[in-house]
């Protein structure tokens, strides 16, 4: 990350605490003209909300630890019962990306050969004295030609 990103994000933060602020004041201002049963229920809310946020970041720190386990399993060769079987399932989709990609390059190299051929062709069967090939128009001539 590069200092103009940092600034950047340091900005964003600080626009949005000085919102969350402001919001805050404001619904602070109108609290104590709510009746007793709206601020219990709203306490009861924040409560919950609470309690599900810190179930959800304690979800997220688990889920990160088994991620981390799993690949360190798969990388240093730690089975704990799993066969041979699953870890050359794993393995496919990366030969398949690779088959995948060397096809595509070679039916690209394939087009432009056959580019250079058609090219190659048409000098060849052309009667051109040869100042026409120093013509800087010549490759223009060309394209024309074969549309």
Known sequence: MNAAEHTADHR?????ARFGLRLTARLSESADQLPHDV???LRHARQLALAQRQSASSTQVNAAANGFSSAATL????HKGKSWWTSLTALVPVAALLLGL???EHFHLQDQIAAAA???AAL???DLPPEAYS???FVE???TSRE
């Open 75 to 78: 990388s240093f060769g730690g």
């Open 118 to 120: 058609e090219v190659d």
């Open 12 to 16: 964003a933060a600080a626009l949005e």
């Open 124 to 126: 060849l069967a052309d």
């Open 39 to 41: 601020t219990e229920r």
């Open 102 to 104: 060397s096809l595509i």
């Open 141 to 143: 001539f060309l394209k």
């Open 135 to 137: 013509d800087p128009g």
